[in-house]
């Protein structure tokens, strides 16, 4: 008897290049940093096709309540 995935243990990064098939325009945009490490932690925002405006706002509002531009990950 096979034993339930679990799909945590699976688990593969989304691949972006769906939407260069599709059409949808999307951004990944850093809004937090990890504490321990301090690296970036990113969201990927997609919108509908020919959706660039909206997609647009929605990250600009994004970078104004998350401000990372000045951020830096530790360098070892």
């Not at 647009?56 to 104004?64: C, D, P």
Request: aromatic residues 8%.
């Amino acid at each position: 008897m096979r034993s339930p995935i679990d799909p945590f243990d699976t688990f593969e990064p989304f691949d972006p290049s769906v939407f260069n098939v599709t059409g949808q325009p999307a951004i990944s945009i850093p809004i937090h940093h990890d504490d321990a490490t301090g690296m970036p932690v990113g969201v990927q925002i997609v919108a509908a096709p020919w959706r660039e405006d909206l997609l647009l706002q929605v990250s600009r509002t994004l970078e104004l309540a998350h401000p990372w531009a000045d951020r830096r990950p530790p360098v070892s």
